[in-house]
């Protein structure tokens, strides 16, 4: 089993930053990607970002782009989302995954997940 615990979340001005950090515990070797995903309130769970755990390869939902950067630190067993230059539209409630295999985009092919963080952003 493996244990998420995100942090960071909270309330920022459009234009702000905010940034989630994510740790793993129990059998954090057989994880291979770590992803965030966002859900806000009537809308289903979307994908943000993604990066291998070995490799640091990323990938990034479009609307993200250059705004949002997706980090590791091996040592600590953590993921991080920096979020920059937010906007309203990015109020959701954020969740990190783990996943097992080279999951990307879709939700389903993740295995583990945290109890995800709030980040409202006022217009």
């Known amino acids: 089993q493996v244990q998420l615990v995100e942090s960071g979340g909270g309330l920022v001005q459009a234009g702000g930053s905010l940034r989630l950090s994510c740790t793993a515990s129990?059998?954090?070797?057989?994880?291979?990607?770590m992803g965030w995903f966002r859900q806000a309130p009537g809308k289903e769970r979307e994908f943000v970002a993604r990066?291998?755990?070995?490799?640091?390869?990323?990938i990034y939902t479009d609307s993200v782009k250059g705004r949002f950067t997706i980090s590791k630190d091996n040592a600590k067993n953590t993921v991080y989302l920096q979020m920059n230059s937010l906007k309203p539209e990015d109020t959701a409630v954020y969740y990190c995954a783990a996943a097992r295999s080279l999951a990307q985009r879709n939700p389903k092919n993740y295995d583990y997940w945290g109890q995800g963080t709030q980040v409202t952003v006022s217009s």
């Open positions: 990066i291998s755990w070995n490799s640091g390869y990323t």
């Open positions: 129990g059998r954090t070797f057989s994880n291979v990607a």
